[in-house]
């Protein structure tokens, strides 16, 4: 640990610049938005450092005070401003087939069928219906479409 303690004093007041530098690559490499705010720190500690001769004890505590505000100003940012995507139903298919209509594959017997959506086949529920039937997916629940016959209007 002296070995350690020493090498660090060596370097004076570059350690925190380097250390915010493996920081930042560290933030390159994984994925996530992890590794930058303690490389705000980093970098806070060591602009600290050009202007009070502080003791490694010191600039290690207000490290991690700083890494702890910068982790929650950054959750209390994410927080408020949610990412927008130009495609939000990305990750929820059956969503994005809502008021979406299809003709029905396999008719629908006992409330269950089957319909043709591009190049796989999805569950549905709804009223009995014959193939070939036009309907309007209008929900999704359980992973299977809930529809209407076309001309039948929404049962919700």
Known sequence: MDDLI???????????????????????V???VYFLWLALAALA???STLIV?????????SFAVLSVIAIVLARMLVMNRPIESDRPMLNRRGEA???RTFVL?????NGR????????????AGADCPAGTRVTV???????????????GSAR
């Open 6 to 28: 020493a090498a660090l004093d060596g370097l004076g007041n570059w350690t925190w610049w380097i250390v915010a530098g493996v920081l930042l690559v560290l933030e390159l």
């Open 30 to 32: 994984v994925p996530g």
């Open 45 to 47: 500690v060591a602009l």
């Open 53 to 61: 001769d502080w003791s490694w004890q010191w600039e290690l505590v």
């Open 97 to 99: 087939l809502v008021g």
């Open 105 to 109: 594959d396999e008719a629908i017997e």
């Open 113 to 124: 069928g089957r319909v043709r959506v591009a190049d796989s086949t999805w569950r549905v």
């Open 138 to 152: 209008v929900a999704v629940v359980d992973g299977a479409l809930e529809v209407v016959a076309e001309g039948e």
